[in-house]
């Protein structure tokens, strides 16, 4: 079993992910995780990411926003301006989303102070 650590909450954490080219900011709370998700188009996300590469993806606005719980449901948000549409033009760019979010619940599991242990990754 891990031990967490009591730390003051909100805590906010940057994950990048370079094989999908997204970096996260997770603001973690005690019963849930809120995360930014950002895919520049002038930053190259890579694996350790200097404090200005992460500011320099902050100003190009967020790509997609959700909250997951610490009983694994997920609310989220498309976000591209005032607008909630986001463009996609091959099949690839709809699994990397979902591949993005994927991983993003399981940040939360591993970030969420309160996380149903029971949960799997594999439930249905």
């Known amino acids: 079993m891990m031990n967490r650590m009591k730390v003051p909450l909100p805590q906010v954490v940057y994950r990048p992910f370079p094989d999908l080219h997204f970096l996260v900011r997770a603001e973690v709370h005690n019963d849930k995780v809120r995360f930014d998700i950002y895919r520049p188009d002038d930053t190259e996300v890579t694996a350790t990411m200097t404090p200005t590469q992460i500011g320099n993806c902050l100003t190009e606005g967020t790509y997609l926003d959700m909250e997951i719980n610490n009983e ?4 989220f948000g498309i976000a591209d301006g005032n607008v909630n549409w986001r463009h996609c033009c091959v099949r690839k760019q709809l699994l990397e989303i979902g591949e993005i979010m994927a991983k993003c619940w399981d940040l939360a599991a591993e970030l969420c102070p309160t996380w149903d ?4 990754p594999d439930d249905d």
Do not use: A, Y
């Not at 694994?72 to 609310?75: E, F, P, Q, R, T």
């Not at 242990?117 to 799997?120: E, G, I, N, P």
């Open 72 to 75: 694994g449901c997920s609310n």
């Open 117 to 120: 242990k029971t949960l799997s």
